[in-house]
């Protein structure tokens, strides 16, 4: 079983992540949570190219080391994990570049398919997790995350965050795109819900997957 998560920063998914390894944990279930780039001896090094330089880096190079440091995560961690009936989640998957590679930084979408079936040796989550929510929201819950209550005065901030807003707004509307064409594997979720109610929500579909969730009762 392959659980992805998706959606812009600050929509909430390392926090859903957290509570699902938890419940997975307490049912006795074995599961892996991994993050792209790492995780593998080859993607670690490239991780630390990509975090190292990463303004020097085009999109087109950050694309091709995203998919390489991919495809040896897939191959050496996730295939084994999932052929061995370990639940695995994916904070981020091939969804990520289609969103930020393809609708926001405008590479084109079905050169992106081709290297997305490569890189995944066309592996495909059995559900993904969509946190919808406004890049407006999502800002203000970064801001509040470091304690800058002030940034919405400053003027320059606010030019600044407003290029961003631009583009986390194609993101969202790529994902939004991304979904219409594969509704089956999405559920989608309003990231302004509280934690617990989405966490209720994210169990509600995963009981109909996952047999041993199934039988009880969580809440
Ligand atoms: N449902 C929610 N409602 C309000 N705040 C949330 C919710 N989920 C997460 N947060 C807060 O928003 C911030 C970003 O959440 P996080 O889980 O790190 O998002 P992501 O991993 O998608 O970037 C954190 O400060 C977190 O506590
Ligand atoms: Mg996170």
């Not at 020097?56 to 191959?75: H, K, M, N």
Request: charged residues 30%.
């Amino acid at each position: 079983m392959l659980i992805t998560f998706e959606g812009i920063d600050g929509a909430g998914k390392s926090t859903q992540i957290k509570k699902l390894q938890i419940l997975l944990q307490k049912e006795g279930l074995e599961s892996i949570t991994l993050r792209e780039p790492g995780g593998t001896e080859v993607a670690e090094k490239i991780r630390s190219i990509l975090l190292e330089s990463r303004h020097e880096i085009s999109p087109v190079g950050e694309l091709l080391l995203f998919s390489a440091t991919r495809s040896e995560l897939v191959q050496q961690v996730i295939l084994p994990a999932l052929q061995k009936g370990i639940i695995v989640i994916l904070d981020r998957f091939y969804d990520s570049t289609r969103a930020y590679q393809g609708y926001g930084r405008g590479i084109d979408l079905s050169i992106l398919e081709t290297i997305i079936s490569l890189s995944t040796y066309n592996l495909k989550p059995d559900v993904t997790f969509y946190l919808d929510i406004k890049p407006e929201e999502a800002l203000i819950r970064k801001f509040s995350e470091k304690s800058l209550p002030l940034a919405f005065e400053n003027d320059d901030l606010d030019r600044m965050e407003r290029s961003g807003l631009e583009f986390f707004r194609k993101v969202r509307n790529g994902y939004l795109d991304i979904i219409r064409l594969e509704p089956q594997r999405f559920t989608v979720l309003n990231a302004l819900e509280p934690p617990v109610v989405l966490h209720r929500q994210i169990i509600e579909k995963l009981r109909t997957k996952i047999p041993a969730l199934e039988a009880r009762n969580h809440y």
